[in-house]
């Protein structure tokens, strides 16, 4: 069987312009890491417009209805996000493939799902208020895991 994983990597463009708060800075690293392991077959991307293409994918999958994201999840051997759109969708979907979900400020208690592995960092970076916009949220790059953390998960799923 191959192990495919599927990711989204990055939550709204915000109004301001300014990088997204819940934007894991670590994917290039972690997509060589897997691709170093020998454990992965295909990484996949997901997204929308003109975000980034991360290098060492095998395939890439721009604006895709929510019926075709969930029909690449269903086909992954685990999938991985940030806390965007996608732990939702594959939530409402019943998508059944495993999930990893990144979280930085947003908290996993109200915004996670218990049947994914949510990843937070330490609770002293989740903002004060989370419900208000992002816009009023800075990036912090130190309030993410490392890529060993996610990677480790992955492989856990894999094994």
Known sequence: ?????????????????????????????????????????????????????????????????????????????????????????CNSYGVSTKGIVIFSKSDPLHFGYPQNINILKDRKYLRSDQFYIWEQCDFQEEAFVSPQIVFDEIMKILE
Do not use: C
């Open 1 to 89: 069987m191959n192990n495919i994983v599927l990711f989204s990597p990055f939550s709204q463009k915000l109004r301001n312009n300014q990088q997204n708060p819940k934007n894991y800075p670590y994917w290039q690293d972690l997509i060589t890491m897997l691709r170093q392991s020998g454990k992965v077959d295909e990484i996949w991307q997901i997204g929308v417009g003109n975000e980034y293409r991360f290098e060492g994918t095998t395939q890439k999958y721009f604006n895709e209805p929510f019926s075709k994201i969930s029909e690449l999840a269903n086909k992954s051997s685990v999938w991985l996000s940030v806390e965007n759109f996608m732990p939702h969708l």
